[in-house]
Antibody
Framework: EVQLVQSGAEVKKPGESLRISCEGS????????IGWVRQMPGKGLEWMGIIYPGDSDTRYSPSFQGQVTISADKSINTAYLQWNSLKASDTAMYYC????????????WGQGTTVTVSS | DIQMTQSPSSLSASVGDRVTISCRASQGISNYLAWFQQKPGKAPKSLIY???SLQSGVPSKFSGSGSGTDFTLTISSLQPEDFATYYCQQYNSYPFTFGGGTKVEIK
C-alpha cells in the first residue's frame, strides 16, 4: 500500500526552529515529487513547494520562498519541511502529497501535521 | 502566478441532485488541472487529474471537463458522503495554485 506518514503535532514558541517530516512507503520514493501544502485554520489550501527526491530539484512558491526549506533524504524515503524562526502566523495544518511525473496531479496525501506557534 | 477562481464559493444541494462547480484560470493551462475533495478534519483526497481523468478508486459519479482556462467538476447524483469542500488546482506552471474552494452543503 502506498502511504505517506507525517510526523506528529508540534507546539512551538515564536522564534523557535522546527522540522516536520513525511515518510513514503510502498513505492519508489526517488521517482515521485513530494509537495507541501499549508492550510491555515478555517482557510483553503496553499501550495508551498515541491521536491524531487531523486535529484533534490526543489521549487518554491514565491509566498514561501525564504520562509521555509524543503529537503529530502532518499536513503530513508523521507521529505522535510523546515522553519528556522517560527512566527505565530505559521500556525496551520501542513500536508505532504506525492505527485507522479508527467501530466499527473498529487495523488496520495499524508494525514497532515498540525503546527501551533504560540507564546 | 496563475490565479484560480472557483464558483460558487458555496452551494446547497439535496441528495440526488446533479452539482456543477466551475474553475477558471487567469491564463491558459491546457488540461493541467486537478480536483480535490476535503471533508472537515481530514486530508484532501485526489479526485481528478488532467482535467478529466479519474484517480484510481474514484467513483464514476465524479467527472471533469474543460481545457485552456475554463473547467468544470460535476457530481452526477449527490450522495451524503459527497458533502465536502472541493478545490481545483493548476499544475501547468510553478507555483502550482489552488482555487479558493467550493463548499457543498446539505439543503
Amino acid at each position: 500500500e502506498v502511504q505517506l506518514v507525517q510526523s506528529g503535532a508540534e507546539v512551538k514558541k515564536p522564534g523557535e526552529s522546527l522540522r516536520i517530516s513525511c515518510e513514503g512507503s510502498g513505492y519508489s520514493f526517488n521517482s515521485y515529487w513530494i509537495g507541501w501544502v499549508r492550510q491555515m485554520p478555517g482557510k483553503g489550501l496553499e501550495w508551498m513547494g515541491i521536491i524531487y527526491p531523486g535529484d533534490s530539484d526543489t521549487r518554491y512558491s514565491p509566498s514561501f520562498q525564504g520562509q521555509v526549506t524543503i529537503s529530502a533524504d532518499k536513503s530513508i524515503n523521507t521529505a522535510y519541511l523546515q522553519w528556522n524562526s517560527l512566527k505565530a502566523s505559521d500556525t496551520a495544518m501542513y500536508y505532504c502529497a506525492r505527485r507522479p511525473t508527467g501530466n499527473n496531479a498529487m495523488d496520495v496525501w499524508g494525514q497532515g501535521t498540525t503546527v501551533t506557534v504560540s507564546s | 502566478d496563475i490565479q484560480m477562481t472557483q464558483s460558487p464559493s458555496s452551494l446547497s444541494a439535496s441528495v440526488g441532485d446533479r452539482v456543477t462547480i466551475s474553475c477558471r484560470a487567469s491564463q491558459g493551462i491546457s488540461n493541467y488541472l486537478a480536483w480535490f475533495q476535503q471533508k472537515p478534519g481530514k486530508a484532501p483526497k485526489s479526485l481528478i487529474y488532467a482535467a478529466s481523468s479519474l484517480q484510481s478508486g474514484v467513483p464514476s459519479k465524479f467527472s471533469g471537463s474543460g481545457s485552456g482556462t475554463d473547467f468544470t467538476l460535476t457530481i452526477s447524483s449527490l450522495q451524503p458522503e459527497d458533502f465536502a469542500t472541493y478545490y481545483c488546482q493548476q499544475y501547468n506552471s510553478y507555483p502550482f495554485t489552488f482555487g479558493g474552494g467550493t463548499k457543498v452543503e446539505i439543503k
